[in-house]
């Protein structure tokens, strides 16, 4: 074991924290071990030299890691792949006869009135594994009981389910996240040299465009979020919203279809830094904080990825390739996301199937499992979504 003099550290240390002394630069590379992988020497004792060092104390890393993504999983089912979903049309109305009545007119009754029925299919899956092998024989050489064995194969599995979590988390975001790019590119198309900062549509607001043009101002991006003008305009928007998602509608959804969601179908999604700023800015200091309050809401730190520092930039953007159509190839790069309001039907994941299959090698005594994971993604772009953004 190496063991290191700092008296003259902890001298130093003792006249910073009683003020006789400036602040120092401190050489703490002899006091905090930061660990290395294997020994690059075996330890001795400091005695007679010759006695090898023992682990005293093992910890396993053994964190579960929920993660903190809006659920949108539904469902599975054992047979058949097929989502179905299945829609009628709302009829028209038209005269009724029993307050017109003329006399010796034939009123016919036996006309065939057709339903308007369509019904949509999704028919996709996406799927991956995360093989790991496991041996009991070959590690209990490392270990000094059953209980740290058993600690450190529990480590392991628990490795494994959060690497399930980080992706199947990651995948739920890219559903979310394609939902808003077919939003925005049918809301908002942008013709050569056209930017979202000049825009701003029914299902792809652009609070910053609205605001500046309300008050006749030239706020920008980077201010928008510390301004409590903009904030109060942007919560009164988004709480305008949840209301009129409410109503039946063909303004809020793609595929111009009669919706409405009830407050209790309504998912929200925010980003972690306007809801952060509404709380700072709006209800520090207000005494009617329900007047001022966002609607409740999933939050999250990032749409796609935080980058390499978690500026406004990176955490606030997305950028989607989505499906081609014809030879038209549609991508959607856009920043400045602060929330999303959507139908429970408007995107999920679906026909989940999680399993583990296992191999025993005979000859090399050990097992592979195999953690797989299937299920389908889906937007269904005639169910009601909304995006808020600034630029």
């Known amino acids: 074991m190496q063991v290191q003099q700092i008296h003259s550290l902890v001298n130093n240390i003792t006249k910073e924290l009683l003020g006789k002394s400036d602040l120092l630069q401190e050489d703490l590379s002899n006091v905090v071990d930061v660990g290395t992988e294997i020994f690059n020497n075996v330890g001795l004792d400091n005695y007679v030299k010759s006695l090898v060092n023992k682990v005293g104390k093992t910890i396993f890393v053994n964190r579960p890691y929920s993660g903190n993504i809006p659920s949108v999983l539904m469902d599975s089912w054992e047979f058949g792949s097929v989502l179905e979903k299945i829609q009628a049309d709302i009829p028209e109305a038209e005269e009724n006869e029993s307050w017109n009545l003329v006399d010796g007119r034939t009123y016919n009754q036996d006309v065939f009135y057709k339903p308007s029925v369509s019904a949509k299919f999704f028919n996709k899956k996406v799927t991956f594994e995360i093989p790991m092998s496991f041996t009991e024989l070959q590690v209990k050489e490392s270990f000094t009981s059953a209980n740290q064995l058993n600690g450190f194969l529990s480590m392991l599995y628990n490795a494994v389910e959060?690497?399930?979590?980080?992706?199947i988390d990651s995948l739920i975001?890219?559903?979310?996240?394609?939902m808003i790019a077919e939003t925005v590119y049918n809301d908002i198309p942008l013709a050569q040299n056209e930017t979202y900062s000049d825009k701003t549509g029914i299902k792809a607001v652009n609070l910053l465009k609205q605001y500046n043009g309300l008050t006749?101002?030239?706020?920008?991006?980077?201010k928008a979020l510390s301004d409590e003008g903009f904030i109060k305009y942007a919560t009164y928007i988004i709480n305008l919203y949840a209301d009129r998602l409410t109503k039946i509608s063909t303004l809020f959804n793609i595929g111009g279809k009669e919706r409405f969601t009830p407050k209790d179908k309504l998912n929200i999604v925010m980003l972690s830094d306007f809801k952060a700023s509404a709380n700072v800015y709006l209800q520090a200091n207000t005494f009617n904080k329900e007047l001022v309050e966002l609607p409740k809401a999933d939050t999250i730190p990032y749409w796609q990825g935080s980058g390499q520092n978690y500026s406004f930039g990176d955490i606030s953007s997305i950028k989607v390739k989505l499906t081609k159509e014809g030879n038209t190839n549609r991508e959607v790069n856009?920043?400045?996301i602060l929330a999303v309001m959507f139908d429970r039907e408007a995107l999920g994941v679906t026909n989940l199937d999680r399993r583990v299959t296992t191999n025993y090698n005979a000859k090399a005594e050990f097992f592979n499992n195999y953690f797989k994971f299937d299920a389908g993604y889906f937007n269904d772009l005639n169910e009601n979504f909304v995006v808020f953004f600034i630029a």
Request: charged share 15%; glycine share 10%; hydrophobic share 30%.
């Open 173 to 178: 975001m890219r559903t979310i996240n394609n």
């Open 162 to 167: 959060n690497s399930m979590t980080i992706k």
């Open 334 to 336: 856009i920043s400045g």
């Open 216 to 222: 006749n101002g030239t706020l920008t991006v980077d």
